[in-house]
């Protein structure tokens, strides 16, 4: 539609597209989130990946700081109408750094030991893959960077951190 509007009424649009994106004050619904409060609730958390660490799931994980950087340079840099395309395009924004599952979760754990100051691990159940799921998502951001020379750089043991330190000041936890 945006490709449309763009094309018959010459309007210049980006769209964006964001892949998982994670963060402090982050959505409650997503695994990051919802193992933490899991934790703290002292209920397993369930992984879906037949228990199979060699044949893991991969997924992009994009910290919240870095998706605002990419939108903040793209603010300032419509995209450009020629002969073939109308002045519409769609941009990646995501680490282009897949993680398996485990080490996402591993890293979490090992975020939420430092912020608690105690060690922390989760109690694990492994289920089978979940019909329609797939083993990999990322980002390709080559368009990104040859459009604005940026690529998200946030480590996820790095923005896990920040969530963590976060989690455990807002919520009053110890």
Do not use: C
């Not at 597209?17 to 695994?31: E, S």
């Not at 998706?67 to 680490?95: C, D, S, W």
């Amino acid at each position: 539609m945006a490709h449309t509007y763009s094309h018959l009424y010459d309007i210049p649009a980006t769209g964006l597209r964001f892949f998982t994106v994670y963060g402090p004050l982050g959505r409650p619904d997503m695994a990051y989130f919802k193992f933490t409060d899991m934790f703290f609730d002292n209920d397993p958390i369930r992984i879906y990946n037949n228990g199979d660490f060699e044949n893991d799931l991969y997924r992009d994980f994009t910290y919240v700081d870095d998706i605002v950087k990419g939108i903040e340079k793209l603010m300032y840099n419509p995209p450009l109408k020629n002969e073939v395309n109308p002045a519409h395009t769609v941009f990646n924004i995501g680490n282009n750094n897949p993680e398996k599952l485990m080490v996402f979760i591993t890293s979490l754990e090992q975020a939420l030991s430092n912020s608690l100051g105690r060690k922390v691990a989760f109690e694990k159940i492994y289920e089978p893959i979940k019909p329609g799921d797939v083993p990999a998502t990322y980002a390709s951001t080559d368009k990104l960077q040859k459009a604005i020379d940026f690529k998200p750089e946030t480590s996820i043991q790095d923005g896990l951190q920040k969530f963590t330190d976060w989690y455990v000041d807002y919520y009053n936890k110890n």
